[in-house]
């Protein structure tokens, strides 16, 4: 079992890295690890220069914790992925700027580049909207997530998982770039989308790539 202590550590380091990696600004989204019965969570509302690893949270599958802090208050949808996916160990919310216009506007990414297999599939849903911290909006996020790796999330922001922290956070970091992409794109024209066969070629590669090769840890 991985050491509580370091997994702690390892959200409060990747925290820091949200705004710099243009994922996120000030007390926006919220990182989480699976671990024993349950996962480790940041705290509601507390900037991430100010958190401290005893300051995440640990909240059982239940919903159940034991804290002088509360837990995010999206922490449904962490608990309802974990419950969901055996596959998701690692869970990164955020309101990176392209992937949030993307879904104001409700729009998935499309087939549009080969990198969409960072997704797991042909695309990154969109999934419906309801309000933040509702158990209807962590249904939604579990329907969009249904064989993906990652979603965006209406008029809200988008979700990456991962076998690890940092693979999740590097999967959130290519799923705004393919935003980006998309955007840019859009704005010239009507993308080519590539093939299914051009798809699933992709995805056969991406076993052996890079961060997409990394073992499941133990938790």
Request: with cysteine; charged share 20%.
């Amino acid at each position: 079992m991985s050491n509580e202590r370091s997994l702690r550590e390892e959200i409060v380091a990747n925290g820091l890295k949200l705004t710099p990696s243009g994922l996120s600004q000030g007390t926006s989204g919220n990182l989480s690890i699976r671990f024993g019965e349950g996962f480790l969570v940041t705290p509601s509302g507390v900037p991430y220069g100010e958190v401290t690893p005893d300051d995440v949270v640990y909240v059982a599958m239940d919903g159940h914790y034991e804290h002088a802090r509360r837990p995010s208050s999206e922490w449904r949808f962490h608990r309802d992925i974990y419950a969901a996916r055996p596959d998701a160990h690692a869970v990164v919310h955020a309101h990176p700027p392209y992937s949030t216009a993307l879904a104001m506007c409700r729009k998935a990414i499309p087939a549009i580049h080969y990198m969409i297999a960072v997704s797991g599939g042909d695309s990154i849903r969109c999934s419906d909207y309801y309000t933040y911290g509702t158990q209807e909006l962590s249904d939604a996020v579990v329907r969009a997530l249904e064989g993906r790796l990652a979603c965006l999330m209406a008029n809200h922001g988008m979700i990456a998982t991962g076998a690890t922290m940092e693979q999740a956070m590097w999967r959130a970091v290519e799923v705004e770039t393919l935003a980006r992409q998309y955007t840019l794109a859009l704005q010239i024209g009507d993308p080519v989308l590539l093939t299914n066969a051009e798809v699933i070629q992709a995805l056969e590669k991406f076993g052996n790539y890079g961060l997409m090769s990394r073992p499941t840890p133990r938790t």
